[in-house]
C-alpha cells in the first residue's frame, strides 16, 4: 500500500494504492515512466518499486506493494499543470463548500475536456450534492452545473476559497442597458 | 449553426427552418445531420444544424463531425457563414467556443440565444460593445418564444451578401484569435513549414495548424502529419516544448487564456445581478436530486410515464386496429377469395399491421422522452443513476434508453444518441432489445394464463400467476447484467471514458420542436414499416401458404362469404360446418407450405426444448414482429388466425394438443420454456433495423439476432430441462 504522505503527492496525478499498473518502462536515464489504468502519465524518478508479479503480462495487473518515496516536485513535468505537492483535490470536497481550481492533472483528454467545460486555474468551483449511492457529484463552475464521478474529480487540484462575495463590475455604472 | 448543447440551438434550427429539413446522417458516421432549405430576401439559403459541441478540439464523432465541416475537410462543402449559438446565461463558459469559431476564418455571427432566460436571471449584456469587441455581429434571440429571429435572419443575408466571394485563408494570420504571441510565433513559424511541403492552402490554414499544434493527439495533428510527413511531427514536438519553457504548456495554456480573456471582457459587458429567479434551478433541484428522495422520485416519474403511455396508447392501438380490419373487410368485399386477396390481407396488411399498431405507443415515447430531455429532467436521471448503470459498466446516460425498451426497443434504441461515448452507446444498442418490450406481454399473458395454476400466497395477495409474469418481465435485465459485462470486456474493451455530464437549468419544454421530433421519428419508423417489413411479411406469408392446393381453401370462403351475405338463420349451422372445415384446411396447408416443411426440418433443433414443430413455426413466423405467434398458433391449431391471447378456444386447444404418441405437448415446463425463449429472443424486424440505422452497418443487427436468439435457446433449454427434472 502507498503510504499516505504518498498517496498525497502522487493522488494529484491518479495513483493510488490499488491502482493496476499496465506497464513500466525506463525513459531517460534514471527516469522511469508508469503508465496505469487511470488516465495520467506518470514521470516518477529515483523511484524504487518492488511489484507482486507478474510484473508486464501484455495486459500486465500489478499492484503497487511498496514504493520508497523519493518524490520531489521537481520530478513533475511542467505538462501536468505545474502539480502543487499536498494540495486538495476536487474530490476531497464536501457539499455546500467552494474552492478555486490550481491546477488540471491527468492525460490530454480528460484534461482538456475538462478544461474546456470551465475547470481552469483561477476558476471559482461550488459543489452542490452528490449523487445516490454514492454516484457522481454536481459542481458548478462559471454559472454552469457539471457532474463528474470521482474518477475525474480527482484530476482537478483545488485550493480552499474564502466564501466569495458576487462580483459587481465598475461597469455596472457605466453600461447603457440594450433595448431588449 | 454550431454551439454547445443546451443552448436551444435545435429550437433555433427549427424556427429559422420551418418544416423543410431534411435529415440523414453524416457520410460513415453515426452521427445525425439536419439540412433546412430557406428563403430569405430572394436569396436561397441552405442552414446545416450541427451537433453541439463543447470546443473545436473533437473528442467524440460529433464533435470531429463539426470541425470537419467547418474546415472544409469532410464531403460536405465549406459554410459561407458560421452562426455561433451562446447561452446568454451562461456565456463565461459558451464564449469559449466562441473564441474558437472566431479563428477558423469563416465570417461569423454570434448569437445570444435563451435572452429571455438571462434576463430574468439578472444578466445583462451590453450587446453593442461585445459586438464591437469580438468584431462581428451580435443577435440576442430567444427561439422559444420567436424573439429576435427576424434581426437575426437579416444579419444573415448581409453578411452572405456583402462579401465579395469566398473566403481566402492565410497560413500565418488565422480570423480573430485571442492566443497570446508567443502561441501565435508558434503557429507561425509551423506555418511556415507546411508552406513548404506544398500542401494546398485551405489544408494548412492558420486555424488549422494551430488546432494540430494545441490539440496533442487529436485528429488535426494526425491529419497534417500524414500529410506532411515526420518533419512536422517533430518541428510541434519542438513548439511544444518551446512553449512549455515559457510556462505555456500544451493543452492548459489554451484554456486559461481563453477563460483569462472571457473573464476579461464579461467584466466589461455584462452585469450578474443575482435574484431568487437564478436559483430557482437548484431549488428544483434540491427536491429531484435529493440523495434519498430523488431516487424514489424518478421511479415515480418513470412509472408515471409508462402508465400513461399504456393508458393513452391503447385506445390509439384499438384505432389502427379498427381501422386495418376496415381495410381489411373492404378488400375482401370487393375481390373473390384467392390468392391476391389472401396476399393482401393475411400477409401485407396483417403483417404491417402487427407493426403500425404499435406507432400510437412508440410515438407517445419519444414524446416522453423528449419532454423529459427538453426541460432538462433528463440529465438529473443520468446523473442519479450513474452509479447503477456503472454496475452493467456503462454510464447513466443509458439510463433513459434502456428504461423506455421496457416499452418498446425502437425509441429506446434512437434515444441512444445522448450517449457520446461510442462503446457505451454500442453496448447499450446491443442490450436494449433484451429489456421486456410490450410486444412479448401477449405471450407471457397466453402461457400463464393457460398453463400457470392460480394458485394465492399470503391470504390472497400474491398469486403464483403474478410472480411468474414479473419474474419473466425481468429476465431480461438480469441477463443484461452479465451480457453487457462481457460485451464490455471483449468487444468494446476500453477504458471508461470520462463522465462530464453538464446539467442545463430547467426550462420550459417547447412542444413545438418536440412534436416536430415526434414526426420525424415516426415518419421514419412507418418508412421503414412499410419497406422492409412490408416485405417481410410478405415473406412470411408465402411461405406460410405455398405451394399447397389453395383450391379448397378459396371454394369454402367463398361459400361462407355467399352464406353470410344471405344473413339467414338456416344457414348458420352449415356456415359452422364449413368454417370448422375451412379451419382444418388452413392448418393442413400450412403443415404441407414451405414454414410447416421448414418447422418440421428443423423440429430437431426446438425437441430439445420440449416443442413440437408447430411452436417452431410460430416463432420463426413471429420474425416481423414477436406477437404474431398467437395468429399462427390460432391457424396451426384449425382455430383461424383471428384469436388472441384471451381466446379461450385457443387456451382450450393448446391444453389438449399432443405429440403424435399421444403424450401432452404443453406442460409447465414447455410453458416457461416458450416464454423464456421470447424474453431473451430477438423475433422483431423493426428492433433490426432501427440498430442498423443507428449503428450504420449490417453487422450489429446479425450479431444481435445471432446472439440473442443462442442465448434464448440456451435459456428455454435450461428451463426446460431442469423444469421436467422437478
Given amino acids: 500500500m502507498i503510504s499516505s504522505t504518498l498517496n498525497r503527492k502522487s493522488g494529484v496525478s491518479g495513483l493510488y494504492s490499488g491502482t493496476k499498473i499496465l506497464e513500466i518502462c525506463v525513459y531517460e536515464g534514471s527516469n522511469h515512466v508508469a503508465r496505469w489504468a487511470g488516465p495520467a502519465i506518470l514521470f516518477l524518478s529515483n523511484v524504487r518499486l518492488s511489484l507482486t508479479l507478474p510484473l508486464l503480462s501484455g495486459r500486465g495487473s500489478t499492484i503497487i506493494k511498496h514504493v520508497i518515496p523519493a518524490l520531489s516536485v521537481s520530478s513533475f513535468p511542467d505538462f501536468l499543470g505545474g502539480a502543487a505537492v499536498n494540495t486538495l483535490q476536487l474530490a476531497d470536497l464536501r457539499p455546500g463548500t467552494s474552492a478555486i481550481v490550481t491546477a488540471i492533472c491527468g492525460a490530454s483528454r480528460i484534461a482538456s475536456r475538462l478544461m474546456e467545460m470551465g475547470f481552469v486555474p483561477g476558476a471559482v468551483v461550488e459543489v452542490l450534492r452528490r449523487a445516490p449511492f454514492g454516484g457522481p457529484v454536481q459542481y458548478r463552475v462559471h454559472g454552469v452545473s457539471i457532474s463528474m464521478r470521482a474518477a475525474e474529480a480527482s484530476c482537478v487540484s483545488v485550493e480552499a476559497a474564502a466564501a466569495h462575495n458576487e462580483v459587481r463590475t465598475r461597469a455596472s455604472e457605466r453600461l447603457q442597458l440594450a433595448a431588449h | ?726
Wanted: charged fraction near 20%; aromatic fraction near 8%.
Fill in chain 2, 1 to 726: 449553426m454550431i454551439g454547445n448543447p443546451n443552448t436551444g440551438k435545435s429550437t433555433l434550427f427549427n424556427a429559422l427552418s420551418g418544416m423543410r429539413v431534411r435529415t440523414g446522417n453524416y457520410p460513415g458516421v453515426t452521427v445525425e445531420q439536419r439540412v433546412g432549405r430557406v428563403q430569405w430576401g430572394g436569396h436561397e439559403i441552405e442552414l446545416s444544424d450541427l451537433p453541439g459541441t463543447y470546443s473545436l478540439s473533437p473528442k467524440s464523432p460529433d464533435e470531429m463531425v463539426a470541425v470537419q465541416v467547418l474546415t472544409g475537410c469532410s464531403n460536405e462543402p465549406r459554410p459561407d457563414l458560421i452562426i455561433c449559438i451562446c447561452n446568454a446565461a451562461a456565456l463565461e463558459r459558451n464564449l469559449y467556443l466562441a473564441t474558437q469559431v472566431l479563428e477558423v476564418g469563416l465570417p461569423v455571427i454570434l448569437c445570444l440565444n435563451m435572452w429571455d432566460a438571462a434576463q430574468s436571471s439578472g444578466v445583462t449584456i451590453d450587446v453593442a460593445s461585445l459586438s464591437k469587441e469580438l468584431g462581428v455581429a451580435v443577435i440576442p434571440t430567444s427561439a422559444s418564444r420567436r424573439e429576435g429571429l427576424t434581426e437575426l435572419k437579416q444579419a444573415i443575408v448581409e453578411e452572405l451578401t456583402s462579401r465579395g466571394g469566398p473566403v481566402t485563408f492565410h497560413s500565418d494570420s488565422f480570423g480573430t484569435t485571442i492566443l497570446s504571441d508567443p502561441v501565435r510565433l508558434e503557429v507561425k513559424r509551423l506555418g511556415k513549414l507546411l508552406a513548404e511541403t506544398g500542401l494546398p492552402l485551405e489544408q494548412r490554414s492558420g486555424f488549422l495548424v494551430s488546432r494540430s499544434l494545441l490539440d496533442p493527439g487529436g485528429s488535426v495533428e494526425l491529419m497534417l502529419i500524414k500529410a506532411a510527413g515526420a518533419r512536422y511531427a517533430e518541428a510541434l514536438q519542438e513548439s511544444r516544448r518551446a512553449l512549455a519553457a515559457q510556462q505555456l504548456e500544451i493543452p492548459a495554456a489554451e484554456a486559461r487564456q481563453r477563460y483569462h480573456y472571457i473573464g476579461e471582457l464579461l467584466s466589461r459587458v455584462q452585469v450578474r445581478v443575482p435574484n431568487s429567479q437564478a436559483r430557482l434551478t437548484d431549488r428544483i433541484d434540491s427536491v429531484l436530486t435529493h440523495r434519498f428522495f430523488g431516487f424514489l422520485i424518478c421511479l415515480a416519474v418513470l412509472m408515471l410515464v409508462f402508465s400513461t403511455i399504456y393508458w393513452f396508447s391503447a385506445p390509439l392501438s384499438d384505432g389502427v386496429e379498427g381501422f386495418l380490419s376496415w381495410l381489411s373487410a373492404l378488400i375482401s368485399d370487393s375481390m373473390d377469395p384467392g390468392p391476391l386477396r389472401s396476399l393482401l390481407t393475411e400477409g401485407v396488411i396483417s403483417g404491417v399491421g402487427s407493426v403500425l399498431v404499435f406507432l400510437p405507443q412508440i410515438c407517445l415515447l419519444f414524446l416522453f422522452i423528449g419532454l423529459l430531455e427538453d426541460c432538462g429532467y433528463m440529465a438529473r436521471a443520468a446523473f442519479m443513476m450513474d452509479r447503477l448503470m456503472g454496475l452493467l459498466g456503462l454510464s447513466g446516460r443509458s439510463f433513459l434508453p434502456l428504461m423506455s425498451s421496457f416499452a418498446c426497443a425502437v425509441p429506446g434504441i434512437m434515444a441512444t444518441r445522448v450517449i457520446d461515448d461510442r462503446r457505451d452507446r454500442f453496448v447499450t444498442i446491443l442490450i436494449a432489445p433484451l429489456m421486456s418490450c410490450s410486444a412479448r406481454l401477449p405471450v407471457y399473458v397466453l402461457m400463464i394464463g393457460t398453463f400457470i395454476p392460480e394458485t394465492l400466497y399470503l391470504g390472497g395477495w400474491l398469486s403464483l400467476q403474478a410472480i411468474v409474469l414479473f419474474a419473466m418481465s425481468t429476465l431480461g435485465l438480469f441477463i443484461a447484467i452479465p451480457v453487457a459485462m462481457i460485451l464490455r470486456r471483449t468487444l468494446f474493451r476500453g477504458e471508461p471514458s470520462p463522465f462530464l455530464l453538464e446539467l442545463p437549468d430547467y426550462r420550459m419544454p417547447s412542444i413545438r420542436v418536440i412534436l416536430g421530433r415526434v414526426w420525424e421519428s415516426g415518419k421514419s419508423f412507418v418508412a421503414r414499416a412499410g419497406t422492409l417489413i412490408f416485405a417481410t411479411s410478405v415473406l412470411v406469408w408465402a411461405s406460410g401458404s405455398f405451394p399447397g392446393d389453395q383450391k379448397e381453401r378459396y371454394e369454402l370462403a367463398g361459400k361462407i362469404e355467399s352464406l353470410e351475405a344471405a344473413d339467414l338463420e338456416s344457414h348458420e349451422a352449415e356456415i359452422e360446418e364449413l368454417s370448422a372445415r375451412l379451419n382444418i384446411v388452413n392448418a393442413e396447408l400450412l403443415r404441407g407450405s414451405v414454414l410447416g416443411q421448414v418447422g418440421r426440418t428443423v423440429e430437431p433443433v426446438f425437441s430439445p426444448l420440449g416443442w413440437d414443430w408447430r411452436i417452431g413455426v410460430g416463432v420463426i413466423a413471429s420474425f416481423p414482429a414477436r406477437e404474431v405467434i398467437i395468429a399462427t398458433l390460432g391457424t396451426i391449431y384449425s382455430l383461424g388466425g383471428e384469436v388472441d391471447e384471451a381466446d379461450e378456444g385457443l387456451r382450450g386447444t393448446l391444453k389438449a394438443a399432443v405429440w403424435p404418441n399421444g403424450k401432452k405437448v404443453f406442460s409447465i415446463p414447455v410453458a416457461l420454456s416458450i416464454m423464456v425463449f421470447f424474453a431473451l429472443c430477438a423475433q422483431c424486424v423493426s428492433t433490426l433495423m432501427v440498430i442498423r440505422r443507428e449503428t450504420n452497418s449490417w453487422r450489429w443487427p446479425v450479431f444481435s439476432f445471432v446472439y440473442m436468439t443462442v442465448l434464448a435457446w440456451v435459456g428455454a433449454f435450461l428451463t426446460y430441462q431442469i423444469g421436467i427434472r422437478m
